[in-house]
């Protein structure tokens, strides 16, 4: 069907062939895949900056390294509630004109908890002569990730639009086999198929000629919990092994709202908005293993494995796309009779999509961890650890999409990172007080995009029967983001994510 615009405007086509590719599941193969025991941690493990391999008698040990267990003399329960204070600042450029827009800042709060748990001790008491002094079981129920974020954007684009992408992924595609956002763009009468001498279509234009403010409000939500079960044992207060179960629940919401306006020039359309909406839920299991020697009385060495996570994933999403015409704007439709229809453009309705669902299966990756502990006296202890972790071995499968193209890239532009955790604490009597460090660098093989860097610090307050502890982690990344993919002058928003987590941890003992 040709489509002619009343008003005359007269623009070239832009001819390219579509291709199939990734889907985009290779983004979620990220998200599911970066889990942080520090997310779930007790505030006293917080505060030193996550650095517990090496260290037991904790309730994180039962995700950390199981063997951590077999450090308890006594039975305890934890429970610990956290406040996030999120911070974004986006701001949008085109690196290759040299231009920036303003830095837009957003701000979001999330009361979670970060674990809540017991363990249940089972040795054989302080003064057995027994080498096997038992162990103790932990059962705990933690926060592996949180998705809560909010980016907002603005600039005036004066080189492109995501109509000029939109053009780029329509090749000579009939009206009819067009897909996802250009299905909504024809619809609404953003892109039109131009035809040949022998009315054969050879690509598509727009009447829209002008240049727009671009502005997005991108909002995350969610949450990514496992539920543990682990044992750990002791071997003659030198030798510490345990192993465990997890399950993981996940779920996701992202929402997207884009809108381009102020077109200059402008004679036809007042606006362009879409609207993007996509939930992802899962449930998957993984399993850990661990061992803490102590080689003399004042260190101690622990390694654990954590194998690679087999979730179950669903999502399900639409999205809208609404052309905003300025009144009086009118095509002629010709069918293949000759027939014409004229439409204003002002009444049409807005797209909305068939809902999408799918249903896939996602591998992350192992992760190794060693670590080591020094203890000062009854002063207190310095901590450190070294995480191991091969993004590139996450894979997709799925029987309702072909994921050969996501797993490419998967295998292509992420990479094996070595986290680094280090911390310690100070014993004042009864009062403990901590300080420590984190570096997660980027996942990506060729950019430092995503490194992420953790301050922590936490003090608390013991006695054989109960325990308050408080951490406060400080949490900075940066992240990169396009609207859409264009070939040349790519619009970026570049945002600085601080997220600012206050925990609090009660535990008693029995």
Do not use: C
Request: charged share 20%; net charge negative.
């Amino acid at each position: 069907m040709k489509k002619t615009l009343i008003l005359g405007l007269i623009l070239h086509s832009v001819i390219s062939n579509a291709q199939q590719g990734p889907f985009g599941y290779y983004k979620d193969a990220l998200i599911f895949s970066q889990t942080n025991t520090l997310y779930g941690s007790t505030a006293r493990i917080q505060g030193i900056g996550g650095a517990s391999v090496a260290l037991g008698g904790d309730l994180s040990s039962i995700s950390s390294n199981p063997a951590g267990l077999g450090f308890f003399n006594r039975s305890v329960f934890t429970v610990t509630p956290s406040l996030d204070f999120i911070t974004s600042k986006s701001e949008f450029t085109i690196p290759d004109q040299g231009f920036s827009g303003s830095v837009e800042e957003s701000f979001k709060n999330n009361l979670n908890f970060s674990n809540i748990g017991t363990v249940v001790n089972f040795t054989k008491g302080d003064y057995t002569n027994d080498k096997f002094k038992g162990g103790s079981l932990g059962i705990s129920l933690n926060r592996l990730n949180g998705f809560h974020l909010v980016r907002n954007y603005v600039g005036a684009n004066d080189h492109n639009s995501i109509l000029d992408s939109f053009l780029d992924n329509v090749g000579q595609t009939q009206p009819g086999d067009l897909g996802g956002f250009e299905a909504g763009a024809y619809d609404q009468y953003l892109i039109n198929p131009t035809f040949d001498a022998d009315d054969n279509i050879n690509g598509y234009d727009s009447f829209i000629t002008g240049f727009p403010v671009q502005s997005e409000t991108i909002k995350e939500s969610g949450s990514h919990y496992q539920l543990n079960i682990a044992w750990g044992g002791n071997y003659d207060d030198r030798l510490y092994f345990g192993g465990g179960m997890g399950i993981q629940i996940l779920n996701y919401q992202l929402r997207r709202n884009y809108l381009e306006n102020q077109f200059e020039p402008a004679p036809f359309i007042n606006s362009i908005s879409i609207l993007d909406d996509l939930e992802v839920r899962g449930a998957g299991i993984d399993f850990n293993f661990g061992t803490i020697v102590r080689p003399v009385e004042f260190l101690t060495i622990g390694i654990n494995y954590t194998s690679p996570s087999f979730i179950s994933l669903d999502e399900e999403g639409f999205f809208d796309v609404d052309a905003n015409w300025k009144g009086g704007t009118e095509v002629t439709e010709t069918d293949e009779g000759g027939g014409e229809t004229t439409i204003d453009l002002g009444t049409i309705d807005p797209y909305r999509s068939d809902l999408f669902v799918s249903e896939y299966k996602l591998r992350t990756p192992s992760k190794i961890s060693v670590g080591s502990a020094l203890f000062i006296g009854k002063s207190g202890f310095l901590s450190g650890d070294v995480e191991f972790v091969d993004y590139s071995n996450a894979s997709i499968n799925s029987t309702d999409f072909l994921e050969s193209a996501d797993n490419d890239v998967i295998e292509d532009i992420y990479t094996s990172v070595m986290n680094i955790r280090v911390g310690g604490e100070y014993r004042i009597d009864n009062f403990r007080l901590r300080a420590g460090y984190a570096l997660f660098p980027s996942p990506y093989k060729n950019s430092d995009l995503q490194d992420r860097t953790n301050l922590t610090f936490g003090f608390g307050y013991r006695t054989r029967d109960y325990f308050l502890d408080f951490a406060v982690v400080n949490s900075e990344t940066k992240s990169l983001y396009s609207p859409y993919e264009i070939a040349n002058d790519q619009p970026i928003v570049e945002t600085d994510v601080q997220n600012t987590s206050v925990s609090v941890t009660f535990g008693l003992t029995f």
